[in-house]
């Protein structure tokens, strides 16, 4: 079995799944192959993963490096699972980009890596990539499943679903967290939960059923906690107003979901940014952070000092294992909607519970979202659809109507801002040398 990493100077997610792949069973004497353009940032993936194939493998694994475009079909070649970990254009230079144009606009962002016009840009980079990853799978490793963990989520994955034969499925963190994050927040004992469903779309999927270890339905306590939770300031303000105003909690943090709508951050009303304690610019100074820290990190794990390792949450791992030992295992995965989730737009790419075995991935009927639910989602989904038929058209207008329908967007800025704007994100990323088409 042959695994691939593509965009493996990713290190310390890279550590995180072949760390996961060599404490799992039947996946411990796999080829792996780790795939970047970025030689240094490959050569210390290498090291770490070598010194955990000794550590915790008695050295089973096979591990080759791949560097540069000319060996990224070798690196694909026969594989079984790709799993993609890319970031076109880095912090510096696109990033930088996505943040500080639209600022000039009046438009502020806190991660901009999902929607909003970051999200959008970051897309349309992105697929533009992804387009080659397609035609090479599609060549030398076509029965491949494309586990992709990149943002925008649902921007990538239906793009892949919809655009392409890669068998594709899109994985995000956010589902895993949910139970205990909500109730966590709230001040409950996260020892009751028994379970849940949770559906919607990536990063705006919704916990639309809650129960305890005796089927006891938590919603109306956690209604009620959610009542009083924001009279103090904390970092999940916003998610928790969702509770008070749309009745359920989402996925994704607060810094998130802030972005994705049209009511919180807003330059006529700077008070809501204090009131609701949203911190703009968050992505970029964490970006700075992480590259501050990163040589410290580097050189612990290098040494050996730092590498331990546990299985983690991390679906990668038992997707591949589930399939290859038809041992069932439950995902939220994000695949086209064909019906799962009704009152969605078909050809939408949304967040719904799956089972896996050794047929695949079967993703669950949900059927319709409370509608307040679905019509936020629908608000998310138009941007998404739109980024999607803009990579595939090459139309810059599809660009323009994307920004346009996105509501953080449109609630700032009028329709020729938003085009000026565009046109000037399309530029600077061209010129950058992350074109855009």
């Not at 042959?2 to 890279?14: E, H, L, P, Q, R």
């Not at 980009?97 to 639209?102: C, L, S």
């Not at 040589?295 to 040494?303: Q, Y």
């Not at 038929?389 to 810059?396: I, M, P, R």
Request: overall charge negative; some cysteine.
């Amino acid at each position: 079995m042959k695994i691939t990493i593509m965009g493996a100077g990713s290190t310390v997610f890279t550590k995180a799944v072949l760390g996961d792949v060599m404490l799992t069973e039947c996946l411990r004497e796999c080829e792996i192959a780790l795939y970047d353009i970025d030689g240094a940032r490959l050569n210390e993936s290498k090291l770490i993963v070598d010194k955990l194939n000794e550590k915790y493998n008695e050295n089973r694994a096979r591990i080759n490096t791949y560097l540069g475009v000319e060996n990224r079909k070798d690196a694909l070649r026969n594989a079984d699972f790709v799993i993609d970990t890319i970031q076109v254009g880095l912090y510096d230079p696109c990033t930088i980009i996505d943040f500080e144009i639209p600022k000039k606009y009046g438009l502020r962002q806190t991660i901009a890596d999902t929607l909003g016009i970051g999200g959008i840009f970051r897309g349309l980079r992105t697929i533009h990539v992804l387009k080659d990853f397609a035609a090479d799978i599609e060549e030398v490793c076509p029965n491949a499943w494309f586990l992709n963990y990149t943002n925008p989520m649902a921007i990538l994955a239906g793009y892949m679903q919809r655009y392409t034969n890669v068998k594709t499925v899109g994985l995000c963190h956010s589902v895993q967290v949910v139970n205990k994050r909500c109730m966590e927040h709230l001040g409950m004992d996260y020892s009751r939960f028994g379970h849940s469903l949770v559906a919607g779309i990536n990063h705006q999927a919704w916990l639309l059923e809650i129960y305890d270890k005796d089927g006891n339905n938590l919603y109306p306590e956690i209604r009620e906690r959610a009542k009083t939770v924001n009279n103090e300031k904390h970092g999940d303000m916003v998610r928790m107003d969702f509770i008070n105003k749309l009745g359920y909690y989402v996925t994704e943090s607060s810094e998130h979901s802030a972005e994705y709508t049209m009511f919180y951050i807003k330059e006529k009303y700077p008070e809501l940014i204090e009131r609701f304690n949203i911190p703009l610019d968050e992505y970029p100074r964490r970006c700075v952070k992480q590259i501050a820290n990163w040589n410290k990190r580097r050189d612990s794990l290098l040494s050996g000092e730092d590498l331990e390792h546990k299985r983690t949450g991390e679906y990668a791992s038992y997707i591949m294992e589930a399939m290859i030992t038809n041992k069932p295992y439950k995902i939220g995965g994000n695949v086209i909607n064909r019906g799962l989730i009704t009152n969605l737009p078909h050809n939408a790419c949304v967040e719904v519970p799956c089972l896996v075995d050794g047929s695949g991935i079967t993703p669950t009927v949900v059927g319709d979202l409370p509608e307040v639910l679905a019509a936020m989602n629908r608000t998310n989904i138009n941007v998404q659809l739109l980024t999607i038929e803009a990579a595939v058209t090459q139309k810059k207008e599809a660009i323009y109507h994307a920004a346009m329908l996105d509501p953080h967007t449109a609630s700032e800025l009028s329709v020729d801002e938003i085009i000026k704007m565009c046109d000037e994100l399309y530029d600077a990323h061209t010129a950058a040398g992350y074109p855009i088409f």
